[in-house]
């Protein structure tokens, strides 16, 4: 089934990596005809997938609260996945994300329970000019149906995060979406868009309506041939999460933990430990291709596996990226077509972007000071069908579970929670391991939600309500 | 060395006794026990238990079904024993909770034989069990977890110069720290081996079920294709409806769950009705106890390495199957390895359950039907609100590796070898 990629909204076709100034505007959704009016202007205004933007794009998601204010029935929310209708700040959910204690929902700046978000306008343009005047263009439109929350700036780090690291290097080979990429590899469309098949072969359940409910005509077809529309068709759901880091503190644990005998710092050891948390050197080449040193051919490199390096001698079993994406490492048999069949089933699309000034390693080790203290992070934004099985499972079983792949106490050492449990790194080798102990966690939730990026018929259809 | 044994009981709540019974269950725990009314670490060699109360219900045909109070437990001692401890080291808090079920004595009348004699009329048998590896007590993976913490201490502290890496010289200094430290010495030999008597025993079941399935061979053979024939007619017109489960259920579910680094599943389901399921479903869990018994007893379910026991029990005269299990990990996470590992072994089971998923030829499809099977495992879930875990910090792949860490310190070892033990650490 070819994608519908006129229907698609542009950011699962592409991250707009040429459009590098960016704007979130988190709404909150009020009289109900005014905002379905806005809703209506947005299905006309809103980039598709199938359309390169020369020079702007913009695109809405709406969170489940947001569905509601629209007025769509209670039942038809229902129909959504469980995760999404519940949101990310529901109770219970942050023992499954690791937002606990100071990265409760109580504790974010939004998304939590006492500042519910109903929708997010993503702004993408060339320059700072050109996103002002979309931004402006934008908030005449809103009228009295939205107003503007909370306004997340954003900036160009070219290429690195703040850490200093090379990022988005590994994305997933999407069928219908540009690149091929090794059948092993490369992933159903269904797995990032919902009326397609997926990893299993199957349709990702969702809001699947009666024809009746659709009295404008305005939905698809829904893909089980029942003769009913799907409102979820062409549409996916977006995971928006604020990840505030703490540069100064990540490179100052580092230092300490890597002093010579005498006292003074090991600049040589402190990189080769960064490295070995991050799983790739700074400029991205990575640890089980170059695992002695950076390397400037291998700077892009995706196309590895661990099974080779099973016991983690070159990049530790613990390392960042080894777990966001195991590739060929874990059961049954790594290596084996089947376990990459099963890393497939896991997979998102990243779409976020950096905020705040970069700090360099000189500074962050001298600390203090203005520069310092200024937030800076991700807006971690990714694309999946299936919230539980991809962002979700990803995130508990791969990054935050202390018991990945064998290991005690290990959570990931560059973003996950280290209390009450997961604050060891343990460094494999040929002989016996090292382990760093108590590592903090340099990484903290500022907000966060789970929001439907709509098909752009459906977008229509929620205007259309009455 | 003992093996482990299991104990299930199953005993029906009065009539109007389901929500005193109810919020007292829930006064014991939030996912996991607290230790009020029952204190599950006061028995001897328990490794898991749990209480749940199934609630009032009607069969497929609509007839009502009583409200249950199930007990089940796995332990290193006899069954016996297990019970005897139940009744006398917890007997004001099985009085409260057996005291909402029929049959069970006024508390006036109750002496401590007519306690005993009372719960055991409740207890039942299961038809098949699964324990991740026989013969591991509590006592070896508390003791090997705590070896390991010392050793993996010990080697941080030691000076970390060029020479730290060493696997031979590691070992040797482990040895060391082991030999000169009482409360270590008995890591220096291997675990006690299961009984001769237990492994006797097990070999002539072996045998004995193998001749038995040699006897029967071509009898099975002559009935193969009438069973194949009536199986894809029943799988053809079974009803497969996909039930989405309700929120607050899955809510309810949630609240219980990922409070350790194991979780407890409990659910329980129709059997579907007429006489063919029946007996394919005896057949099969039959032969389920037989192949975990003697073959996926030791560390691996047909790749599934996560469950530390598991149990499936009929109930309601083979109306109804509970199936109850603690593994590792997120539920999402369990069910993905179900779908993804073992999906045929979970259709030969389940597809005989009411509303799962269709599959064919007893093995295909079924559980692959990924959305489908995941809300009928939700669907047909029971909240576990008091569970126990004796060691509730430690994965399967931890235990097993601590028990590699142990094996490694007796014994002479080739340098090749200690190369490879150190990987343990």
């Not at chain 1, 990310?88 to 606990?100: E, F, K, Q, S, T």
Request: overall charge neutral; hydrophobic content about 40%.
């Amino acid at each position: 089934m070819n994608p519908e990629l006129h229907d698609v909204q542009g950011l699962v076709a592409r991250g707009y990596g040429t459009l590098p100034a960016a704007r979130f505007l988190l709404m909150g959704l009020e009289d109900r005809p005014s905002a379905r009016a806005w809703a209506g202007s947005l299905a006309d205004a809103v980039s598709p997938g199938d359309e390169r933007p020369q020079d702007r794009a913009l695109n809405v998601a709406f969170s489940s609260t947001g569905l509601q204010r629209l007025g769509l029935a209670p039942e038809i929310i229902a129909l959504f996945s469980h995760e999404f209708v519940e949101g990310m700040a529901a109770p219970d959910r942050g023992r499954i994300l690791g937002d606990l204690d100071r990265d409760a929902p109580e504790q974010w700046d939004w998304g939590g329970p006492a500042q519910p978000v109903d929708a997010v306008l993503l702004l993408y343009a060339k320059g700072a000019q050109g996103l002002d005047a979309l931004e402006a263009e934008q908030t005449r439109s809103l009228g009295t149906g939205a107003r503007i929350v909370r306004k997340l700036e954003t900036s160009d780090l070219q290429g690195s995060e703040p850490f200093g690291f090379r990022d988005g290097i590994s994305q997933p080979f999407v069928e219908g979406l540009s690149k091929a990429g090794p059948p092993a590899t490369t992933l159903r469309f269904g797995e990032f868009v919902l009326g397609y098949p997926n990893e299993y072969g199957r349709y990702t359940d969702g809001p699947v309506l009666d024809r009746a409910q659709d009295p404008g005509g305005l939905l698809g077809a829904a893909p089980d041939d029942s003769g009913r529309v799907d409102l979820g068709r062409n549409g996916t759901y977006l995971v928006f999460r604020q990840l505030s880091q703490d540069v100064g503190g990540f490179w100052r644990f580092l230092d300490q933990a890597t002093r010579r005998a005498d006292g003074s710092s090991d600049p040589d050891r402190r990189l080769r430990l960064a490295a070995k948390m991050v799983g790739r050197w700074p400029n991205g080449s990575p640890l089980a291709l170059a695992p002695e040193a950076p390397n400037e051919d291998l700077a892009g490199a995706n196309d590895f596996g661990y099974h080779v390096d099973a016991r983690g001698v070159q990049c530790p079993v613990g390392a960042h990226i080894r777990r966001a994406n195991p590739r060929d490492s874990l059961d049954p048999r790594p290596g084996s077509d089947r376990s990459l069949a099963i890393n497939r089933r896991h997979r998102i699309l990243r779409r976020g972007r950096k905020y705040g000034t970069p700090l360099g390693v000189d500074e962050a080790l001298r600390g203090g000071g203005q520069a310092e203290a200024d937030e800076r992070g991700l807006h971690f934004i990714c694309l999946n069908a299936n919230i539980a099985r991809q962002f979700e499972f990803v995130h508990s079983t791969w990054l935050n579970n202390p018991k990945f792949a064998g290991l005690y106490d290990d959570s990931d050492p560059l973003v996950s929670p280290s209390h009450p449990y997961g604050g060891t790194f343990t460094i494999q080798s040929e002989g016996v391991r090292k382990r760093v102990r108590d590592v903090p966690r340099f990484v903290s939730v500022r907000g966060g939600a789970y929001f439907f990026l709509p098909g752009i018929a459906a977008i229509r259809y929620l205007a259309s309500l009455t | 060395m003992p093996h482990q044994a299991a104990l299930t009981i199953v005993a029906p709540v009065r009539p109007g006794q389901s929500e005193s019974l109810g919020a007292l269950l829930a006064s014991m725990g939030d996912g996991v026990a607290n230790g009020s009314v029952v204190d599950f670490g006061a028995f001897t060699g328990v490794h898991f238990a749990r209480f749940i109360l199934v609630d009032e219900t009607r069969d497929l045909r609509g007839e009502p079904l009583q409200a249950l109070l199930i007990y089940m437990s796995d332990f290193d001692v006899s069954s016996r024993q297990h019970l005897s401890e139940l009744v006398e080291k917890a007997a004001a808090g099985i009085d409260r909770l057996f005291g909402h079920c029929e049959g069970y004595p006024d508390a006036a009348t109750l002496t401590p034989e007519i306690r005993l004699a009372s719960l055991r009329r409740y207890v039942i048998s299961e038809q098949a069990r699964y324990v991740n590896t026989i013969g591991r007590t509590v006592r070896q993976v508390r003791s090997e977890a705590e070896l390991r913490e010392r050793v993996e201490g010990f080697l941080d502290g030691r000076p970390q110069d060029d020479g730290a890496g060493d696997p031979v010289a590691a070992r040797a200094a482990v040895q060391k720290l082991a030999a000169g430290d009482e409360s270590l010495r008995w890591a220096l030999e291997p675990p006690e081996g299961l009984g001769i008597g237990f492994r006797l025993k097990e070999l002539a079941h072996l045998v004995g079920g193998i001749l038995l399935v040699l006897i029967l061979l071509p009898l099975l053979l002559l009935i193969a294709p009438v069973f194949l024939v009536l199986l894809r007619l029943h799988e053809r017109s079974d009803p497969a409806p996909h039930v989405r489960p309700p929120p607050e259920l899955v809510r309810e579910l949630a609240a219980l769950e990922d409070h350790l680094v194991q979780n407890p599943f409990t659910a329980i389901g129709f059997v579907k009705p007429g006489l063919f399921r029946r007996a394919t479903l005896t057949v099969v869990l039959m032969a389920i106890n037989f192949t975990t018994r003697h073959v996926f007893n030791h560390g691996n379910l047909a790749g599934v390495k996560t469950i530390h026991f598991a149990r499936w029990v009929v109930l309601d005269g083979w109306r109804r199957v509970i199936f109850a299990s603690n593994y590792d990990g997120s539920l999402e996470s369990y069910m993905d390895d179900f779908i993804d590992k073992i999906s045929w072994g979970l259709n030969i089971v389940f597809s005989n359950g009411y509303g799962f998923p269709r599959a064919r030829w007893l093995v295909f499809d079924g559980a692959t039907d990924e959305l489908a099977f995941k809300d009928f495992l939700r669907l047909h879930q029971v909240p576990t609100r008091v569970w126990y875990s004796a060691y509730g910090r430690l994965t399967n792949a931890n235990i097993a590796n601590n028990a590699r860490i142990r094996a490694g310190l007796h014994g002479d070892q080739t340098a090749e070898q200690t190369k490879k033990w150190v990987e343990a650490l």
